[in-house]
């Protein structure tokens, strides 16, 4: 019903930057809160960045001030601009986000993208 499409991953140095994006489509009555999480090879998926809908935003210790998670709500859109980027930053980036659908009555579920690789060389 809902599908949330990552954009904008890739290799980078390490002190460079990326911007990632993720788009949300579908049966979408409403979305809450929109996320960024990661996971590293041999590690848990962990909270990168989460903005709730009216824009209130919490990061990871190791992300803050490097980072900036920001959406769109006309496009149904959430972005994070890294900068800085080391190489611990490397893992796959996946984006979340909390969504009511029209299912008969209004529904809210947790929906996954399908993840971006970031890779930062050193």
């Known amino acids: 019903q809902v599908q949330l499409v990552e954009s904008g991953g890739g290799l980078v140095q390490a002190g460079g930057s990326l911007r990632l994006s993720c788009a949300a489509s579908?049966?979408?009555?409403?979305?809450?809160?929109m996320g960024w999480y990661r996971q590293a090879p041999g590690k848990q998926r962990e909270l990168v960045a989460r903005?709730?809908?009216?824009?209130?935003?919490n990061y990871a210790d190791s992300v803050k001030g490097r980072f900036t998670i920001s959406r769109d709500n006309a496009k149904n859109t959430v972005y994070l601009q890294m900068i800085s980027l080391k190489p611990e930053d490397t893992a796959v980036y996946y984006c979340?986000?909390?969504?009511?659908?029209?299912?008969?009555?209004?529904?809210?579920?947790?929906?996954w993208g399908q993840g971006t690789q970031v890779t930062v060389s050193s």
């Open positions: 903005i709730t809908s009216n824009g209130r935003t």
């Open positions: 979340n986000a909390d969504v009511t659908v029209r299912a008969g009555g209004l529904i809210m579920s947790d929906y």
């Open positions: 579908g049966s979408i009555f409403s979305i809450n809160a």
